[in-house]
Structures are given as structure tokens and as C-alpha cells.
């Protein structure tokens, strides 16, 4: 009886629980193992997946068939629409093949939880052992608490306790599983994000190849990892790993990037920059443990309650105005071509940016998060709602609501001389580096460059108003 392997969001070989489990058992019992993954391009639009996570993912699955084939491990790729129907497509499977031992590794918002529940009601039925396995966070869900045995919801008190824990544990990563049979044969699946019914999507950013995804790891550890604490927040500098595609579809884990820093640091160099950038792990943790503890979070609900009664602008025009770039605000509307052209933007760029509209503009921050997720190539609900939120003071952030970034000081901080805006907004590349921040604070505007469709002095005295109008 095989043992099926259910791929989702863990599109990898290496440090794979689920593959790893169904492998070691498959050699203790001397049956064979299938691995199954089911399209739902309905369920992904209903995700407000972008057209360029669609292709990304397409094109790792097509890399994981070819390296399943090696280890002698079939791969199936079913199509349905949706959650629901990936439920009957993985029992008619069961059925069909005769699965006695179902394996796949968790995921946490809150239709995939209960797209799971039911999926284990339907196979206990009928004789199916499901297995799951913690995965996505470095250490495991549910383990990082506080002393009084609660989920921690602000992040400073959360990452002592998780670096405490990564201390104690010495977190190690899975090896890539010996072959269980002979190499089988693999075809490409043939799938794109057109025949799925999406837009066309934007040139790749990165390679879709678990070895890329690997490479990409190496090369900034090896190159940029120590400068990154220093060139991190600057967006006309290659100062960021890049490898949050990769992360946003599992083909990295955060344990392998956890494991790779780490060793980076044993030999020697900048340690403020690897520091840093395991801080950025650690807030990824943060988030899923959030989106775990506190499920309102991917239901479209504030993680403060006290929020929901905000009462935002009407998006109208001004949120157009945001998506396309043109706000007459340089440095937010080079960031917002960049993530229409490129699918991706900066992450200095995306508080940036969503400051911008949930305070200046003050509209609902669910319009940014689903505007970012519909354009991302490295969209994942737990680091873009938690993003989000914090950005909106809707979220975990423990500073106050009234931390509301000038969009022209953060420009004139990390783009002085104005490179990132020029590159993105080729009207103003003739203007000097102090003017190119803010043209419209004196002499002609350049042609085709609009006026500032907000006074930010005004809308932030304005926003924070508005949140103190809560406590009343």
C-alpha cells in the first residue's frame, strides 16, 4: 500500500518532514511512495494570487517532478478549482491507488486548517492513516509561549524567546531522501498562468529551481549577508537576500535559511549583518505564529479589535492613483511601478508605501494587502498581513498609532542621490538630488508629473486624529 505524499506550500526535496517521513516509512514496510499535487486556480484567485506566484510556483513544480523522478518517486498533478474540490480529487486518489498512509506538512490560515479537518474526517473514513508535520516556521508553531503558557502577540519579547529557543535546540535541516525505487520517468506538466486563467505575469525575478533557490541563499550569504544590517534599507542597492519567492512557496525553509546564516557566522565577518538578517527570519516566525494563534487575521479581521471601528476614506480615484503610480509622491510611485513591472518592491519601499495609504490616504489597509498580494511574486498571507497591519497601527506593532512615515524624508534617507527614483520615474531624471524628492516644493514640475494628490503635514495630523477619536 503506497504512501502518498501531499505537496502544497513545500515545493522542495531537502529539509521536507512530510517527503522525509513518508520515505523512512516507506523502507521500514518495503512500500513505494506517490507524491500528489492538485492546481485550484480558482482557490489561488480567491487568494489574490498574482500571476507572477502562479508562474513561480508552475515552474518549481515542474524542477520538484523532475527531482522526485530521480529518488523514484512519481508526481501527479491533478486540477481542480478549488479547496473543495481538492478534497474529492485527493480521496478518489486515495481510493484509486490504494493509500493506506497519507503525509503532508501543515499550513496555517484559516481555510487551509479546515480544507485539512476535512480532509482528515473524509480519510479516517476509510481507513486512511493522515500524518502531518509542523513545517514553514523554524521553530515549530505552538512551541514559543510565554511564561504563562499564552502566544506572544508583540514581536520584541517573541524573538528573545525564539533566538533562546534556536540556543537551547540547535535547529539542524533534513537531508534531501535516498531513492526509494528505480529513477521514473517525468514530463512537464505543461501549465501556465494563461491556460489557468491569470493575466500573463512579469519577467522572472529569480530561477524557479530548487538548486536557484539554494544559489540564491549562498551567493548573498557569501557576498552580501555581512553588509546587509547597512545596505538593507537602501533600494537602489542589491543590499537583500532575494529569496523571499522562494520562501513564499516553500521551496526554501526558513530552518534551511536559519541553518545557512548561522554558518555563515562561524566563519567569521560582519556579525551585525547576519544578525540582522536572522532577525528577518524571526519576524517571519513571528507572523505565522500570529496568523496560527490569532486566525481573524487571515479573515480579513484587524489583530486589534478595537480598529474595526476606524472609518476609512472611500478608495475612489486616490487608490487608483496609488496602484498606478502616480500620487506625485517620487519615492511611492517608483515603489509602485516597481512591483507592477517586476513583481516585487523593496521591503523599506512596502512600509513605505502602505503608510502612505492607510495613513495619508487613510483607506483600509485590506486594499493595499490584497493590491500587494494580487501583484507579488513573493506574496504570502502571514508576512503581508502582518506587514500590513503594522504599517496601519491595526496590527501587532507595539509602537503607537501615531508613528506615521514622511514618504519625502524616508526618500531623502535611503535614496539620497535619487537612483531608485530615476530608474522608475524617468520624468524626473533631470531634476537635481534635493528637488527629485518632492518637485512640487518649488520651480516647474516636469511635464507629465502630477501634483501631490495629498498634503502629507495635513493627512497625518488628520490619521492620527482619527485613531485618538478611538480611545474616546
Given at each position: 500500500?503506497?504512501?502518498l505524499?501531499w505537496?502544497r506550500n513545500?515545493?522542495r526535496?531537502?529539509d521536507?518532514?512530510?517527503?522525509?517521513?513518508a520515505?523512512?516509512?516507506?523502507r521500514t514496510?518495503?512500500?513505494p511512495v506517490r507524491?500528489?499535487?492538485?492546481i485550484?486556480p480558482?482557490?489561488?484567485r480567491e487568494?489574490?494570487?498574482?500571476?507572477a506566484r502562479?508562474?513561480?510556483m508552475?515552474g518549481h513544480?515542474?524542477d520538484?517532478g523532475?527531482s522526485?523522478a530521480?529518488?523514484?518517486?512519481?508526481?501527479?498533478?491533478?486540477?481542480g478549482?478549488?479547496?473543495?474540490?481538492?478534497?474529492?480529487?485527493?480521496?478518489?486518489?486515495c481510493?484509486q491507488?490504494?493509500?493506506?498512509a497519507?503525509h503532508?506538512n501543515d499550513?496555517?490560515g484559516?481555510n487551509?486548517?479546515r480544507?485539512?479537518k476535512q480532509?482528515r474526517?473524509?480519510?479516517?473514513?476509510?481507513?486512511?492513516?493522515?500524518n502531518?508535520y509542523?513545517?514553514?516556521?523554524v521553530?515549530?508553531v505552538?512551541?514559543?509561549r510565554t511564561?504563562k503558557?499564552?502566544?506572544y502577540?508583540v514581536?520584541?519579547?517573541?524573538?528573545?524567546?525564539?533566538?533562546?529557543w534556536?540556543?537551547?535546540?540547535?535547529?539542524?535541516?533534513?537531508?534531501?531522501?535516498d531513492p526509494?525505487?528505480e529513477?521514473?520517468p517525468?514530463?512537464?506538466?505543461?501549465?501556465?498562468?494563461?491556460?489557468?486563467?491569470f493575466?500573463?505575469?512579469?519577467p522572472?525575478?529569480?530561477t524557479p529551481t530548487e538548486s536557484?533557490a539554494?544559489n540564491?541563499?549562498e551567493?548573498?550569504?557569501?557576498e552580501?549577508?555581512?553588509?546587509?544590517?547597512?545596505?538593507?534599507?537602501?533600494?537602489a542597492?542589491?543590499?537583500?537576500?532575494?529569496?523571499?519567492?522562494y520562501?513564499?512557496?516553500?521551496a526554501?525553509s526558513g530552518?534551511?535559511?536559519?541553518?545557512?546564516?548561522?554558518?555563515a557566522?562561524?566563519h567569521?565577518g560582519?556579525?551585525e549583518?547576519f544578525?540582522?538578517w536572522?532577525?528577518?527570519?524571526?519576524?517571519?516566525?513571528?507572523?505565522i505564529?500570529?496568523?496560527?494563534?490569532y486566525?481573524r487575521?487571515s479573515?480579513?479581521?484587524a489583530?486589534?479589535?478595537?480598529?474595526?471601528?476606524?472609518?476609512w476614506?472611500?478608495?475612489?480615484e486616490q487608490?487608483?492613483?496609488w496602484k498606478?503610480?502616480?500620487?506625485g509622491?517620487p519615492i511611492?510611485?517608483a515603489?509602485?511601478r516597481?512591483?507592477r513591472?517586476t513583481?516585487?518592491?523593496?521591503?523599506?519601499l512596502?512600509m513605505?508605501?502602505a503608510m502612505?495609504?492607510?495613513?495619508?490616504l487613510?483607506?483600509?489597509w485590506?486594499l493595499?494587502?490584497?493590491w500587494?498580494?494580487?501583484?507579488l511574486?513573493d506574496?504570502?498571507?502571514?508576512?503581508?498581513?502582518?506587514?500590513w497591519?503594522?504599517?496601519a497601527?491595526?496590527?501587532?506593532d507595539a509602537?503607537?498609532?501615531?508613528?506615521v512615515?514622511n514618504?519625502?524624508?524616508?526618500?531623502e534617507r535611503?535614496d539620497?542621490?535619487?537612483?531608485?527614483?530615476?530608474?522608475?520615474?524617468?520624468?524626473?531624471?533631470?531634476?537635481?538630488?534635493?528637488r527629485?524628492?518632492?518637485?512640487?516644493?518649488?520651480?516647474?514640475i516636469p511635464?507629465g508629473y502630477?501634483?501631490p494628490i495629498?498634503d502629507?503635514k495635513?493627512?497625518r495630523?488628520?490619521?492620527i486624529?482619527?485613531?485618538e477619536?478611538?480611545k474616546?
Amino acid at each position: 500500500m503506497p504512501h502518498l505524499v501531499w505537496f502544497r506550500n513545500d515545493l522542495r526535496t531537502a529539509d521536507n518532514p512530510a517527503l522525509s517521513a513518508a520515505c523512512s516509512r516507506s523502507r521500514t514496510d518495503n512500500q513505494p511512495v506517490r507524491a500528489l499535487f492538485i492546481i485550484t486556480p480558482g482557490q489561488w484567485r480567491e487568494h489574490d494570487w498574482s500571476p507572477a506566484r502562479v508562474r513561480h510556483m508552475l515552474g518549481h513544480l515542474d524542477d520538484l517532478g523532475h527531482s522526485l523522478a530521480k529518488l523514484g518517486i512519481p508526481l501527479d498533478i491533478l486540477e481542480g478549482d478549488d479547496f473543495a474540490g481538492s478534497i474529492r480529487l485527493l480521496t478518489d486518489y486515495c481510493y484509486q491507488h490504494g493509500i493506506r498512509a497519507l503525509h503532508f506538512n501543515d499550513e496555517y490560515g484559516i481555510n487551509e486548517r479546515r480544507r485539512d479537518k476535512q480532509v482528515r474526517d473524509q480519510l479516517v473514513k476509510v481507513e486512511v492513516a493522515v500524518n502531518k508535520y509542523r513545517d514553514q516556521t523554524v521553530a515549530p508553531v505552538g512551541t514559543i509561549r510565554t511564561g504563562k503558557d499564552e502566544p506572544y502577540s508583540v514581536f520584541t519579547p517573541f524573538s528573545r524567546r525564539w533566538r533562546q529557543w534556536i540556543e537551547d535546540t540547535s535547529p539542524s535541516i533534513l537531508p534531501v531522501p535516498d531513492p526509494t525505487a528505480e529513477p521514473c520517468p517525468w514530463s512537464a506538466h505543461g501549465h501556465t498562468p494563461e491556460k489557468l486563467g491569470f493575466c500573463a505575469a512579469p519577467p522572472a525575478l529569480v530561477t524557479p529551481t530548487e538548486s536557484g533557490a539554494h544559489n540564491q541563499l549562498e551567493s548573498f550569504l557569501d557576498e552580501r549577508g555581512g553588509n546587509y544590517k547597512a545596505t538593507r534599507d537602501f533600494p537602489a542597492v542589491d543590499g537583500t537576500s532575494l529569496v523571499s519567492p522562494y520562501l513564499a512557496i516553500g521551496a526554501l525553509s526558513g530552518r534551511q535559511c536559519l541553518v545557512a546564516a548561522r554558518e555563515a557566522q562561524a566563519h567569521g565577518g560582519n556579525q551585525e549583518g547576519f544578525t540582522t538578517w536572522i532577525n528577518e527570519i524571526a519576524w517571519r516566525d513571528f507572523y505565522i505564529h500570529i496568523l496560527y494563534h490569532y486566525p481573524r487575521v487571515s479573515m480579513h479581521r484587524a489583530f486589534k479589535p478595537e480598529t474595526e471601528a476606524l472609518r476609512w476614506n472611500e478608495p475612489g480615484e486616490q487608490f487608483e492613483a496609488w496602484k498606478e503610480g502616480r500620487t506625485g509622491i517620487p519615492i511611492v510611485d517608483a515603489a509602485m511601478r516597481q512591483l507592477r513591472e517586476t513583481g516585487w518592491m523593496h521591503n523599506r519601499l512596502r512600509m513605505i508605501t502602505a503608510m502612505f495609504l492607510s495613513k495619508n490616504l487613510f483607506l483600509d489597509w485590506r486594499l493595499g494587502e490584497a493590491w500587494f498580494m494580487q501583484n507579488l511574486v513573493d506574496g504570502f498571507l502571514a508576512s503581508n498581513n502582518g506587514g500590513w497591519q503594522w504599517s496601519a497601527s491595526t496590527g501587532t506593532d507595539a509602537a503607537p498609532y501615531f508613528r506615521v512615515f514622511n514618504p519625502v524624508t524616508q526618500s531623502e534617507r535611503f535614496d539620497p542621490k535619487g537612483e531608485f527614483i530615476r530608474r522608475w520615474i524617468p520624468e524626473l531624471a533631470e531634476l537635481d538630488n534635493k528637488r527629485i524628492h518632492n518637485p512640487s516644493a518649488g520651480g516647474v514640475i516636469p511635464g507629465g508629473y502630477p501634483r501631490p494628490i495629498v498634503d502629507l503635514k495635513e493627512s497625518r495630523k488628520e490619521a492620527i486624529a482619527r485613531f485618538e477619536a478611538l480611545k474616546n
